[in-house]
């Protein structure tokens, strides 16, 4: 059987894969898991629940509400409200167990749940497969004064905000920045800590209908932002994404500034400020070379991990890193969050262009990225591209002729039957012929 749970949380399209009887399912065995471990922060177990805009969260969210109380748990419900911010919570309000509603930067028709532990942090994979194996199983259900109680919490968006704004030291007036919040779940959010903060700000893609949730916006879509802040002379912009973990950049130029920007001015923030633990950043093999050699150059090492936000995650907690990272613009400040948070990070690039004088264009500069090419090899038997040896001498030849100019990575898709062949080097047009070249080998050495 098929693993119900992804990479994050459970995805896919509502009401087809996640229906309102999974849904249900779901909540009733996360409670079921939650009693057994028997760690309440109080008498009864209390959970809270939030969600972003897509119209099918409403529902999701009924059946999710319904599953925990009926089996005996307390639930608080936030609304509309960023991953970020349902972490935040969790914590703040001592609660035993979070769900999030929210397919992120996918299309309105998906949705997915997220189960959040004590705390506001993700679940472990146990905890997961834990929940899987118990759904459907016979339960006793409580009854009478033993269900659980419903409440809304209507103070969660300025909860949360003032969180954000108490992050930062120093006001950020004199800065006018555009926010995109994509149609999801910062539209309100956003525009109130970025104000709080003391930033003029213009919010636009800030009217959700429950159906336009990444249409042509936000961080996957940074056209319109870029537009914005040219039109209004904005010194920066910020594309969110749906749920709002993530975030993209935009220089009053119009030029984006990646994750792996961001990541590099707040690894130099944190280190003048004696607050970038064992002076190392964690980022993923996905992450420009050019933000390894800019890191290297100021004595920063630099964590490499598994693609995904989980993994920076995980090495971020073994080891007590304070920041982490994903060209994505997944920004994870562990002094301050439990997960990525786009509103987070784009308050601290902010107070980093307030405290230095400087233009984002100017603190994105510390970094040069190097050209790079990604390339899909389709229907291939992805499962022996680290076994082939004629495969691994042509990358080694490949990586021989770069040198430390560039480098080379082959990933296998997790979800996918096919190879990612990255190249960087000093030039595009090499790196597309080393790509191209390696990519033959991976089509002649694996095709099914």
Not at 188 to 208: F, K, N, S
Not at 272 to 298: E, K
Not at 385 to 395: K, M, R, S
């Amino acid at each position: 059987m098929t693993r119900l749970f992804g990479t994050d949380g459970v995805r896919g399209l509502a009401n087809g894969l996640l229906t309102a009887e999974l849904a249900l399912d779901l909540a009733v065995s996360a409670a079921h898991v939650l009693a057994d471990r028997g760690e309440f922060a109080r008498e009864r177990p209390l959970a809270v629940v939030g969600r972003d805009t897509r119209i099918s969260g409403q529902f999701l969210e009924a059946a999710v509400v319904a599953g925990l109380a009926s089996a005996g748990v307390d639930v608080l419900v936030l609304g509309v409200l960023p991953t970020p911010g349902t972490a935040y919570l969790t914590g703040s309000l001592d609660a035993d167990l979070g769900v999030m509603l929210s397919a992120s930067h996918n299309a309105m028709p998906d949705n997915g749940i997220k189960f959040l532990a004590r705390g506001g942090h993700k679940l472990d994979d146990a905890l997961e497969v834990a929940i899987e194996k118990r759904m459907g199983e016979p339960w006793d259900r409580p009854t009478g004064a033993g269900v659980g109680r419903v409440a809304p919490h209507l103070t969660a968006v300025s909860e949360y905000a003032a969180h954000l704004v108490r992050t930062i030291e120093h006001p950020l007036a004199g800065l006018t920045v555009v926010v995109d919040c994509a149609e999801g779940a910062a539209w309100e959010a956003a525009p109130r800590a970025l104000e709080d903060a003391g930033a003029t700000v213009i919010a636009i893609h800030a009217h959700p209908d429950g159906t336009n949730i990444n249409e042509n916006c936000g961080s996957t879509h940074l056209g319109s932002l870029q537009a914005a802040v040219l039109e209004h002379g904005a010194d920066v912009g910020f594309g969110l994404d749906g749920d709002a973990d993530r975030c993209l950049a935009v220089d009053h130029e119009g030029t984006v500034v990646d994750g792996d920007q961001i990541l590099a001015i707040l690894a130099l923030s944190l280190s003048d400020q004696g607050r970038l633990a064992r002076d190392t950043v964690v980022a993923t093999v996905m992450s420009n070379l050019g933000f390894v050699n800019a890191m290297r150059a100021h004595d920063i090492g630099v964590r490499q991990t598994k693609v995904g936000d989980r993994y920076v995650l995980e090495a971020m907690k073994l080891s007590g890193y304070s920041l982490g990272g994903e060209q994505s613009g997944h920004v994870i400040l562990s002094d301050h969050a439990t997960t990525g948070d786009g509103i987070l990070t784009a308050l601290h690039v902010m107070e980093r262009m307030v405290t230095t004088g400087r233009t984002l264009k100017d603190l994105a500069s510390v970094m040069t990225r190097l050209p790079q090419v990604l390339l899909n090899v389709p229907n291939v038997d992805k499962s022996r591209a680290d076994e082939d040896a004629v495969l691994a001498a042509a990358v080694a030849e490949e990586e021989a002729l770069l040198g430390e100019r560039g480098r080379v990575l082959l990933r296998p898709s997790g979800t996918e039957p096919l190879v990612r062949v990255m190249v960087e080097a000093p030039t595009a047009e090499e790196a597309e012929q080393v790509a191209s070249r390696l990519a033959e080998v991976v089509k002649s050495q694996l095709s099914l």
